[in-house]
């Protein structure tokens, strides 16, 4: 069964650092692309930051020059460095990637998933 399990989030004091990973398990070829979402009560789900297949990356204006998205293909894993966090980073955080999944006999298919979700809690 593939899918996309997160973890490293909590509880920090404004300024403070957290890093945030999924990890990718099951019949995987590699990471595509991938992203992180946010959604904070009452508010839509928006997007943090992207990783395209080709390593290019994006942010959304809040997090520029805070937030670092990367990822490890011999791990299958994707991380989300966050720094100099701020109580409005507060948010329940989703990983999301297209997968390439292995079909046997060398081929492959993409497939996208979502995460579980990890909450990240910034005190003022």
């Known amino acids: 069964q593939v899918q996309l399990v997160e973890s490293g989030g909590g509880l920090v004091q404004a300024g403070g650092s957290l890093r945030l990973s999924c990890a990718a398990s099951g019949s995987i070829v590699s990471i595509d692309r991938m992203a992180w979402y946010r959604q904070a009560p009452g508010k839509a789900r928006e997007l943090v930051a992207a990783l395209t297949s080709s390593d290019s990356t994006s942010y959304a204006d809040s997090v520029k020059g805070r937030f670092t998205i990367s990822r490890d293909n011999a791990k299958n894993t994707g991380h989300l460095q966050m720094n100099s966090l701020k109580p409005e980073d507060t948010a329940i955080y989703y990983c999301?990637?297209?997968?390439?999944?292995?079909?046997?006999?060398?081929?492959?298919?993409?497939?996208?998933?979502w995460g579980q979700g990890t909450q990240v809690t910034v005190s003022s």
């Open positions: 999301n990637a297209v997968l390439k999944l292995s079909l046997g006999w060398g081929k492959s298919y993409d497939d996208n998933y």
